[in-house]
């Protein structure tokens, strides 16, 4: 088992920068592939991009690709997100998720069993 916890949200300018992290409890974080989702008011969750147990390799969704990069840090159990050329419609609740999915390509909710609290992004125009 693994808990999460999400740090790094606020509120910033469109076309500016922020980095989210998760820290990951437990000796475990290396065995999962680990995710972020978002999910904005009204709207679904949706995937944002994973990357793999060892983080040699990651997926994007295409709406992300080239302006937001995923990383993590076994030694410190720690997942983070870069986002730069931030845009209004990327405003949500960013949510940290891990495994059990083997597969970086797993892009529902329901292939992630654990989850953070979420942190707050808002871009303003």
């Known amino acids: 088992q693994v808990q999460l916890v999400e740090s790094g949200g606020g509120l910033v300018q469109a076309g500016g920068s922020l980095r989210l992290s998760c820290a990951a409890s437990?000796?475990?974080?290396?065995?999962?592939?680990m995710a972020w989702f978002r999910q904005a008011p009204g709207k679904e969750r949706e995937f944002v991009a994973a990357?793999?147990?060892?983080?040699?390799?990651?997926n994007y969704a295409d709406f992300v690709r080239g302006r937001f990069a995923i990383s993590r840090d076994n030694a410190k159990n720690t997942l983070y997100l870069q986002m730069n050329s931030l845009k209004p419609e990327d405003t949500a609740v960013y949510y940290c998720?891990?495994?059990?999915?083997?597969?970086?390509?797993?892009?529902?909710?329901?292939?992630?069993?654990?989850w953070g609290q979420g942190t707050q992004v808002s871009v303003s125009s």
């Open positions: 437990g000796r475990t974080f290396s065995r999962y592939v």
């Open positions: 998720a891990a495994g059990p999915t083997p597969y970086i390509d797993s892009r529902h909710p329901t292939q992630f069993d654990y």
């Open positions: 990357i793999s147990r060892s983080g040699s390799n990651s």
